[in-house]
């Protein structure tokens, strides 16, 4: 099926969901995969039975798990239930409806996201570490202040008994004037 975008060009609705939405129209399968009840989704009541006769015939495997992988990455969502059933939703999957098909897109990232996300990512990781090492160095740098204030203290100290030699050495030069 192809159909034209706001822009013109031709859109087309991936293999994977055309098939899907084709067994589930044809019925033929209904004892094995059908729509739930409001056909705002589909069951699949037998996996076994739908791997071994119907996904040979519409898909090139017979694996299950690959079909659930890709109805993961076209951004299904399995609806839990006690049974062996599996029932899998999308909001553009409805049941009389497959115009909505067009608007399903596969969840992929594009190289340029990557890049994006890793940048992001690295940045994140450099902006903590820029931070670690500022919050050390102040506390360093707080440290160093502390010991540096203990030092003005002793040297201050210092100084004053200097002054109070200088102050007694020129006592002793007054006394030894007065002396002679």
Known sequence: MKKKNL???????????SKTYKILESCEYND?????????????????EFAEKVLPKYFKTNNFASYVRQ?????????????EENEWRHRL????????????KRKIYDN?????NMKQAQQEQNDKRNQQMQNEYN???????NDNDNDNDNDN??????????????????????DK
Not at 33 to 44: H, L
Not at 112 to 116: C, D, T
Request: aromatic content about 10%; hydrophobic content about 20%.
């Open 7 to 17: 822009q013109g060009k031709n859109c087309t609705i991936p293999g994977f969901l």
């Open 32 to 48: 094995i995969i059908c729509w739930n009840e409001d056909g705002r989704a589909f069951k699949i009541k037998s996996p076994n």
């Open 71 to 83: 109805l993961n990455m076209y951004d299904f969502h399995k609806i839990r239930h006690e049974s």
């Open 93 to 104: 999957f409805r049941k009389g409806y497959p115009n909505l098909l067009y608007d399903i």
């Open 112 to 116: 340029q996201q990557l890049v994006e």
């Open 139 to 145: 506390d360093n740098d707080n440290d160093n202040d």
């Open 157 to 178: 100290d210092n100084d004053n008994d200097n002054d109070n030699d200088n102050d007694n050495d020129n006592d002793n030069d007054n006394d030894n004037d007065n």
